[in-house]
């Protein structure tokens, strides 16, 4: 059973940075793509990005293209979300989440969900 910890979120400011960090255990995610999600108040979980087990391909939602980057070391089972520029609308809770099936843009396409972890971003 892979369990997975989300962390790094805060309280931040417009245009300042931030990196969430996640970490499985248990059975490893080897071989498995990762995904970052978010989810606000009131609003569906949406997918913020998605990177494949060689790293070879990022995906990204266009609300947050150029300025978020994933990024994943396999060797420490640890998957990262660089959040530059962010902004009010960024705010939400941040999952990640191991991806079982071929859509990296469908929810559904994930499972072994982290417990999130909050950004809050100030204007």
């Known amino acids: 059973q892979v369990q997975l910890v989300e962390s790094g979120g805060g309280l931040v400011q417009a245009g300042d940075s931030l990196r969430l960090s996640c970490e499985g255990s248990g059975r490893t995610f080897s071989g498995y793509g990762m995904g970052w999600f978010r989810q606000a108040p009131g609003k569906e979980r949406e997918i913020v990005g998605s990177?494949?087990?060689?790293?070879?391909?990022?995906y990204y939602a266009d609300s947050v293209k150029g300025r978020f980057t994933i990024s994943r070391d396999n060797t420490k089972n640890m998957v990262y979300l660089q959040m530059n520029s962010l902004k009010p609308e960024d705010t939400a809770v941040y999952y990640c989440?191991?991806?079982?099936?071929?859509?990296?843009?469908?929810?559904?396409?994930?499972?072994?969900w982290g417990q999130g972890t909050q950004v809050t971003v100030s204007s």
């Open positions: 990177i494949t087990w060689s790293t070879t391909f990022t």
């Open positions: 989440a191991v991806r079982t099936q071929t859509n990296p843009f469908q929810v559904d396409s994930y499972q072994h």
